[in-house]
């Protein structure tokens, strides 16, 4: 599998995905924060399985935050998932 991540892992990232998703909820000036939390969902996501709702949150970020240092990384990624999820 992509993430192959433990039970303590995926216990964490349920944590770490309702905190970004609060910070996200915040409407905050800096782009680079709330673009990195939005990257965060999507990831926190994926290493939970859920590799429908990863997709849909990379792809909102590199929707929502073009400009993000991160984007060109996340698209790779993105191109990961997506294939994954196809098979």
Do not use: N
Not at 67 to 77: G, N
Not at 78 to 86: A, I, N
């Amino acid at each position: 599998t992509l993430f192959p991540y433990t039970t303590l892992f995926r216990s964490k990232s349920k944590e770490a995905l309702e905190y970004y998703q609060k910070y996200l909820e915040f409407k905050t000036t800096d782009k680079q924060k709330s673009g990195t939390s939005q990257l965060k969902v999507g990831l926190c996501y994926a290493s939970l399985a859920d590799m429908q709702k990863a997709i849909i949150g990379l792809e909102i970020f590199i929707k929502e935050y073009p400009e993000h240092k991160l984007v060109d990384d996340t698209k790779k990624t993105l191109t990961l998932l997506k294939s994954q999820d196809s098979e």
